[in-house]
């Protein structure tokens, strides 16, 4: 059965950084395609960032490009979202999830499975 846990949310101020991390088990991590999630209170899930099985290829919403970085390390079975120049827009539940197919989309309904989030809040 695969189980996602993310972590490394929390408060953090305007400007700041966090990294958050994804744990996965239960599967063959190496084959996923891995992207990370945000839900604002009020908001629809958006699509935040996606890294290929390899890590050959990410891509990014347009609000975070260029202050967020996706990464993964397959030996541990991990995916990394590193959070630079923090703003308060960016306060979310932020989600990672795994795609089984080789195909990286900023959709969720692609999205096989799911983590249960971790709360990440930008104060001003």
């Known amino acids: 059965q695969v189980q996602l846990v993310e972590s490394g949310g929390g408060l953090v101020q305007a400007g700041g950084s966090l990294r958050l991390s994804c744990a996965a088990s239960?599967?063959?991590?190496?084959?996923?395609?891995m992207g990370w999630f945000r839900q604002a209170p009020g908001k629809e899930r958006e699509f935040v960032a996606a890294?290929?099985?390899?890590?050959?290829?990410?891509t990014y919403a347009d609000s975070v490009k260029g202050r967020f970085t996706i990464s993964r390390d397959n030996a541990k079975n991990r995916v990394y979202l590193q959070m630079n120049s923090l703003k308060p827009e960016d306060t979310a539940v932020y989600y990672c999830?795994?795609?089984?197919?080789?195909?990286?989309?900023?959709?969720?309904?692609?999205?096989?499975?799911w983590g249960q989030g971790t709360q990440v809040t930008v104060s001003s």
């Open positions: 999830a795994a795609e089984l197919r080789p195909v990286i989309t900023t959709r969720p309904s692609f999205y096989d499975y």
């Open positions: 239960g599967g063959t991590f190496s084959s996923w395609v």
């Open positions: 890294i290929s099985w390899n890590g050959g290829r990410t």
